[in-house]
């Protein structure tokens, strides 16, 4: 597993890797990837920089979780580069030729993933691809 289970590790790797970024050190390339992400997210730069890593995002406080809104970035980034499920890197070619921008095509398809993700969640199963897939071709 790249992050383990352990909610403030996984935000300090987003912490460090933007502080690499800010500071032109060297990166491995998920730092690299994890940066890039937070660079397209300056509403979120005060989230990885603050010293409040452990901060609780709930729905009742109103904000979104800027740590789970860019891991969803970066888990559609790598479903495109793996094309999977299968068809994905096609949706999102399309989607970002008609929006003309692939973060905002992202921003779309993090919903159909979200939505996705939480039915999973709640039934205590697997994703469902073709679910997925076919919320992603509403787009």
């Known amino acids: 597993m790249i992050f383990g289970q352990d909610r ?16 032109g050190q060297p990166m491995s390339p998920l730092e690299a990837q994890i ?13 990885v920089t603050g ?7 709930t729905p009742e406080g109103g904000r979104t979780n800027p740590f789970l809104h860019m ?29 003309g921008d692939p973060h905002a095509a992202e921003h779309r398809m993090i919903e159909c993933l979200a939505e996705t993700l939480w039915e ?13 897939l076919e919320r992603l071709r509403r787009l």
């Open 51 to 57: 010293k409040d890593l452990d901060r609780d995002y």
């Open 71 to 99: 891991g969803l970035h970066l888990g559609i980034r790598e479903q495109v580069a793996t094309d999977r499920p299968p068809g994905i890197a096609k949706i999102h070619a399309a989607l970002s030729a008609r929006d």
């Open 120 to 132: 999973a969640q709640s039934a205590n199963r697997a994703p469902d691809e073709t679910s997925y």
């Open 8 to 23: 403030h590790e996984l935000r300090k790797m987003y912490a460090d890797a933007w502080r690499k970024q800010v500071a």
């Open 35 to 47: 940066a890039a992400v937070i660079a397209e997210h300056p509403e979120y730069h005060d989230a």
